[in-house]
């Protein structure tokens, strides 16, 4: 249907033309988004709030993006604010008056550092001891922030402090809540880039046409309105960086598509994911008469490795965070490997440790995540690098200027060729490869499967996960932060039990007993929907954890981590001793899913009102490298469910 109510956004917005927006308008907004369920509706009252800055101050819309989507600065840029919530509540006591220990009680009740900060400022104001200031602008809100990330060495809390104590001295109405969750990164409002981005680019077309009913029939304004979307998406999965989108979105308005910006190495894609199978004989029947490469599937870390003009090289995690520091070997790794020096590239490659004195065999990913980190400040140095590295490479998006997310794969890895002319054993390789024709087709499937297999069981044999199947001709494009269906992997999982392992979120537990008393156990694990922006509860862990794990977690999940509520988008029907705020994702592992009266993973997508449970779950490890969003979905779990062999019988309702 059409967009929104109409809108007059000169009406609406509280401030004149060319003025700086009020911080109050964001706010406002935010509580509205808040309290509204409905996707389509949030999404429609963000598209009016961005179209009234757009109509009055647009130099003001960068900062309201970037304050809507919970970030200051794109992702690979690691600038953080690294506030803490003792920060916050010692900032909270100097502005409102409370002592650290009433915040902490209310805090226990609330469960939200941002409604309490509300509440305290309601009570000061009650008081009449707020003096009158200037309001609260949405470019002084996003500079202070910015000044606040940039503090560091001796004294930096303190300064941090007295600039987060002048924002609350200056907030009226809704202002200091949504002010306070900024501050803590936890926004809340229930909106991701996924609604923010559409609501930013149906703002800018219907703006581009105030008086659409005259001249366009509503089915061509939905089209233009879906197709602005669908590019800014698309736009922002290649350059996630909101500097250059938004100025580009609103120079070109319903003219933007997702060519208008470039790849630009330096910036990290989000990258391709693959989909869940259940075997080789799955992969043969989805990918029958194509041709298609199987690859070894390593088990290390992601690197995405960028050159830029000027030689520079950099590597960026699964997640678009900057790694460079963490591989100084790695940078030698690729310029040694690399046939001329003025290219530039980005390149997807997987880093496994490796032992060279021990034929260059591949070591468990547990040995390449005890390397140290390296931070923005110091990198590790060569001489300290007690864990080997090879780079396994097996794809490429960018060369020279050139983007080739639209080439298949078969002319990627010519471009790849012809930069990395030859492998180097126990530093850079090539991904181990086995290629299917179409007519090898004539060889009948059983000898197919039986040649994938023993691939699959060589790819175990050299200690990986298992193989990854991509299409080389037919649909073989890079389709970033796609799990496309081009992409499809076998894990060993699916031999021992479920096709693949999952990737949770602990948001509860329980206290735990006997041997474990004094520590969290079992945990309440769940994955994200990110249809309806919940956590859906998955099931109870309590295997597989050391002791000194649990102890880590009883230290981890304490303060500002644990809620004495459930947050509405955590969705369940357990009732754990304590909830934690989504932080961390753990590698689970387990038998079969089934449906559960209790876990609601993929609710209604396999069953009305039940569902999805893993059977013997435990725990395998922690991976750090991802976002709670990026855990297992709930359509992925939804999709393995599917892909079992057998199934309990949906129509019986039990
Ligand atoms: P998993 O937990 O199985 O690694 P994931 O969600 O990180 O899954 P998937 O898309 O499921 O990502 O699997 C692809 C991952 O496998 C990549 O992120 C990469 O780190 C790793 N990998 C190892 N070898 C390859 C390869 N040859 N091609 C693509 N990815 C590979």
Redesign the pocket.
Known sequence: SLPPEKYDPIKHACWNVGQPVPYIHLARTFDLVEAEKGKIKATSMLCNMFRSILALSPDDLLAAVYLCTDKIAADHENVELNIGGSLVTSALTEACGPSASEIREMYNNVGDLGDVAQRCWQTKKRQKLLAPTPPLLIRDVFSSLHKISSQTGSKSTGRKKSLIVNLMCACQEKEMKFLVRTLVRNLRIGAMMKTILPALAQAVAMNSFPSSADKHSASHIKEILQGLSTAVVEAYNILPNLDMLVPSLVKNSIGFSSSTLSMDPGIPIK?M??KITNGVSQVLKLFENKAFSC????DG??AQIHRLSNGTIRVFS?NGDETTSKFPDLINIVDESCNRTEDTFIIDA?VVAVDRKNGCKLMSFQELSSRERGSKESSITLDSIKVEICV?V?DIMFANGEQLLKFPLRQRRKYLRDLFPDERPGYFRY?EEMTVEPNDACLGNESILNRMNTFLEDAWQCSC?GI?VKTLDVDAGYSPSK?ADS?L?V?RDYVEGLG??L?LVPIGAWHGNGRKAGWYSPFLMACYNPETEEFQSVCRVMSGFSDAFYKEMKEFFTGDRTLTKKPPYYRTLEVPDMWFSAELVW?IRGADLTISPVHQAGVGLVHQTRGISIRFPRFVRSVGDRNPEDCSSAADIARMFNAQPRKMDLTSGS
């Open positions: 990258p994911l693959a690859e070894f599937k390593y870390q992601r699964r997987e396994f097996f991904a996960e990854m799990r992409w992997k894990k693949d392992s990737d590698e």
